[in-house]
C-alpha cells in the first residue's frame, strides 16, 4: 500500500511554506498515518539535490543567465524528473505520506497560462516525467495578484517573481481553471493562518480517515 501525496499550490506569498510547517507539526499525530510512516516535506524546484542545482538555474536574477520560456518550461520538468525518482517515488512505495509545496500543475499554471507555452505540450511532457505519480488530495491557497506583491514587498523577488503583477495575474487565473477542472479544495488565503490551518486539517480528516 503506497503512501498519500499531499501538495500545496498558489500563487507566491499564499502562505503554503506556514501551512506546511503546520502540517508537519500536526500530521504524525493525527491518526491518518501509519505508526510506521514518515513525513516527508518537500518542494519544486529544488527538492532532490540535483533539482537544488536546477532552481539555481531557474531562479537566478542575471540577465545574463536568463533562460528562453522553452528551457525555462524544460528545466522545471528536469528537475521534476528527478524529484519524482529520486524523493517522491521512493517516499510513496515505502508507505510514507509526501507534502510538496508545489508540483507539476505549477508548471502549467506560470508556463502555460504565464508563459503561453501550448498547454498540450506540457502535459504531453508532464505525463512523462510525472512517471505516474500525481497527487492524492491538492490544495489551491487563493489570494489576489495585489495581495501576493503587498506581502513580498520587503522580499528580495527572484527571477518568476520578479516578473509583474501582468504576468502573475495570468498565473492566476491559470490556477482557478486548473482547481475546477481537477476539483482541488479551494481556500482562501486572506483568511488567518489558524483558519486555513483547520481547514486542512479538517480536508484531510474527511478524506483520509477511512484509509489509516
Same mark, same amino acid.
Request: cysteine-free; aromatic content about 6%.
Given at each position: 500500500m503506497k503512501g498519500k501525496f499531499i501538495v500545496i499550490e498558489g500563487i507566491d506569498g499564499c502562505g503554503k511554506t506556514t501551512q506546511i510547517d503546520e502540517l508537519t507539526k500536526w500530521l504524525p499525530s493525527s491518526?491518518?498515518?501509519?505508526?510506521?510512516?514518515?513525513?516527508?516535506?518537500?518542494?519544486? /524546484?529544488?527538492? !532532490?539535490?540535483?533539482?537544488? @542545482?536546477l532552481r539555481g538555474l531557474i531562479l537566478d536574477t542575471n540577465k545574463n543567465n536568463q533562460p528562453s520560456s522553452l528551457a525555462e518550461?524544460?528545466?522545471?520538468?528536469?528537475?521534476?524528473?528527478?524529484?519524482?525518482?529520486?524523493i517522491i517515488s521512493p517516499a510513496l512505495n515505502k508507505n510514507n505520506w509526501v507534502i510538496?509545496?508545489?508540483f507539476s500543475d505549477s508548471t502549467l499554471a506560470y508556463q502555460g497560462y504565464g508563459r503561453n507555452i501550448n498547454l498540450e505540450i506540457i502535459k504531453n511532457i508532464e505525463s512523462i516525467v510525472c512517471q505516474g505519480e500525481y497527487p492524492d488530495l491538492t490544495f489551491?491557497?487563493?489570494?489576489? /495578484?495585489?495581495? !501576493?506583491?503587498?506581502?513580498? @514587498?520587503?522580499?528580495?523577488?527572484?527571477?518568476?517573481?520578479?516578473?509583474?503583477?501582468?504576468?502573475?495575474?495570468?498565473?492566476?487565473?491559470?490556477?482557478?481553471v486548473i482547481a475546477k477542472e481537477k476539483n482541488w479544495k479551494v481556500i482562501s488565503a486572506s483568511q488567518n493562518i489558524e483558519t486555513i490551518s483547520y481547514q486542512i486539517k479538517e480536508t484531510l480528516l474527511k478524506n483520509f480517515s477511512t484509509n489509516k
Open positions: 491518526g491518518l498515518m501509519k505508526k510506521e510512516s514518515k513525513l516527508i516535506t518537500t518542494r519544486e /524546484p529544488g527538492g !532532490s539535490l540535483l533539482g537544488k @542545482k518550461l524544460l528545466l522545471y520538468s528536469a528537475d521534476r524528473a528527478e524529484h519524482v525518482s529520486k510538496s509545496d508545489r489551491f491557497l487563493e489570494i489576489s /495578484p495585489e495581495e !501576493s506583491i503587498s506581502r513580498r @514587498k520587503n522580499q528580495i523577488p527572484d527571477r518568476i517573481e520578479a516578473e509583474g503583477i501582468k504576468f502573475l495575474e495570468k498565473v492566476n487565473e491559470g490556477f482557478k
